[in-house]
């Protein structure tokens, strides 16, 4: 799973390198105004995820309560899914893209 995160952590730094110049030509001429906005705002995707450790149970007990108990959240369930398998469709298109292109 480790390796997913990171490489989609890799793909939206290849997607959003587009919105500023971070051309080898703009590094020849010592121009890093995007390289620094582009770090910058990768490192802040990358700590995102934080925002949600709160939603994980607090201790062993919680987290056995919630094993053995029967609600379950079907709208969650289902952003899961449409998450996961949105991205993996994405990947492929693109990747088929790369190569036919």
Aim: neutral net charge.
């Amino acid at each position: 799973m480790y390796v997913y995160v990171l490489y989609i952590h890799t793909y939206i730094g290849n997607y959003l390198s587009q919105i500023w110049d971070v051309s080898n030509a703009a590094m020849r001429r010592g121009d890093i105004d995007g390289l620094w906005k582009l770090s910058l705002l990768t490192s802040a995707l990358a700590i995102l995820p934080l925002c949600w450790l709160n939603l994980l149970p607090s201790n062993a007990e919680e987290q056995e309560k919630l094993a053995i108990s029967q609600d379950r959240n079907k709208v969650a369930g289902v952003i899961f899914l449409v998450v996961l398998f949105s991205s993996l469709f994405w990947t492929i298109i693109s990747a088929v893209y790369r190569i036919v292109i």
